[in-house]
Nanobody, 128 residues
Framework: QLQLVESGGGLVQPGGSLRLSCGVS????????IGWFRQAPGKEREGVSC??????????DYADSVKGRFTISRDNAKNTVHLQMNSLKHEDTAVYYC???????????????????WGQGTQVTVSS
């Protein structure tokens, strides 16, 4: 059974950094996309970043609110996708989820309705 497990959340001061990881297990996949989403209390779940995975390099995309601060990357050997978050702000506080959708994507999707496998989420709190 395909499973996604997030890790790396925590409490950090404004301006600090965190690295989230999303481990994929249960299947050997050739083509898929991984998205990172976040949901703050009382708000809709929103797309943060995504990466398409194939035999060659994949595309990446970012929400405008995190461009230049967040970087998504993959570790093929470990079936893991990382989200490096720098210059964190109070408004980045949320539960962060990774999600997976099977398929070959020229441009990875940042729409939550596209994804059908989800992790359990990890809390990120930015506070002084």
């Amino acid at each position: 059974q395909l499973q996604l497990v997030e890790s790396g959340g925590g409490l950090v001061q404004p301006g600090g950094s965190l690295r989230l990881s999303c481990g994929v297990s249960g299947f050997t996949l050739d083509y898929y996309a991984i998205g990172w989403f976040r949901q703050a209390p009382g708000k809709e779940r929103e797309g943060v970043s995504c990466i398409s995975i194939s035999r060659s390099d994949g595309s990446t995309d970012y929400a405008d609110s995190v461009k230049g601060r967040f970087t998504i990357s993959r570790d093929n050997a470990k079936n893991t996708v990382h989200l490096q978050m720098n210059s964190l702000k109070h408004e980045d506080t949320a539960v962060y989820y990774c999600a997976l959708v099977l398929g070959l994507f020229r441009r990875c999707p940042l729409f939550k309705s596209t994804y059908n496998y989800w992790g359990q989420g990890t809390q990120v709190t930015v506070s002084s």
